[in-house]
């Protein structure tokens, strides 16, 4: 199993970095990570598509190796979207496959709605669209995201090894530590006394606003690559059958799969999830 190459994307206003494997001819596949995870979601999967694809796995901004925002700016879907298809620029891209997980489905489905000419084939596993709001909390959540911020930062925690970060994530993700391992690794950064996260602390601050449930509806509906979306089950808790069928009912070109497992199916099962992507993978 080669190694992959690591590489630094300069975009007009932060720099990104990713994780590359295969051919620097293949067509490409960019690959957009969970929140709070990194490029090394794709560790196990990656390799897998390698024969066929150049798989380019970024760090989204604020995650891995990625460049944080400035103080006091917000994470935001939108933002993401314009990151990407920045990035997509940087690496002289017309036409891609895009490959997303949770988050990263999330924005990969907004950003083939934004440039359907670009995206030639759509992937997505545990998400299409972002969170969405039915307004029940709209007003809670924006008092709580525009509220001043307790006294200073709280300290962030120092772990001792690499070894108790993996058994903290694992325990947080239920994946199994040698399975959270390729995450934790790359996102850990050596500090006094042992080693702590390198996302950025402001990732965890709720958004101000959501999306209404009938808008995210609208913008799916401009998707037009071939889409394949990617479920677990039985469902995770946040991403219910009812309105994800609704949800994948506004793509046109749609095809829905299940795969028993939890919310990482690309590391949990790396090969059958290769096997979805493309039968002959």
């Not at 932060?14 to 490029?39: F, V």
């Not at 998400?127 to 509220?147: I, V």
């Not at 950025?200 to 609208?218: F, G, K, V």
Request: net charge neutral; glycine share 8%.
């Amino acid at each position: 199993m080669h190694a992959p190459t690591e590489r630094r994307i300069q975009l007009p206003h932060l720099a990104l970095s990713a994780l590359t494997w295969g051919d620097e001819d293949a067509p490409a596949l960019l690959a957009l990570h969970g929140w709070l995870d990194n490029a090394g979601s794709f560790a196990l999967l990656a390799p897998l598509l390698a024969t066929r694809y150049r798989v380019i796995a970024l760090d989204l901004p604020g995650h891995g190796h990625a460049d944080h925002l400035p103080a006091g700016a917000s994470y935001h879907y939108v933002d993401y979207v314009r990151a990407v298809l920045a990035a997509i620029d940087a690496l002289q891209l017309d036409r891609l496959a895009l490959l997303g997980h949770s988050l990263g489905a999330g924005i990969a489905a907004l950003t083939a709605a934004a440039a359907p000419g670009r995206i030639a084939q759509l992937l997505l596993i545990e998400g299409l669209g972002p969170l969405g709001d039915d307004g029940s909390h709209t007003l809670q959540r924006f008092r709580d995201a525009l509220a001043p911020r307790d006294g200073g930062r709280k300290p962030l925690r120092v772990f001792r090894d690499v070894a108790q970060a993996v058994s903290a994530r694992s325990i947080v993700s239920g994946l199994t530590a040698e399975l959270a391992r390729p995450i934790v690794e790359r996102g850990l950064i050596e500090t006094e006394g042992g080693w702590r996260w390198r996302s950025d602390p402001q990732l965890t601050r709720p958004s101000a606003t959501r999306l209404a449930e009938s808008q995210i509806h609208a913008l799916l509906r401009g998707i037009d690559a071939p889409t394949a979306l990617l479920l677990a089950q039985p469902a995770t808790s946040y991403l219910p059958s009812a309105p994800m069928q609704a949800r994948a009912a506004c793509v046109a070109n749609i095809r829905v799969s299940h795969l028993d497992g939890g919310h990482h199916l690309h590391l949990e099962h790396p090969a059958a999830v290769a096997g979805w992507i493309h039968p002959t993978t």
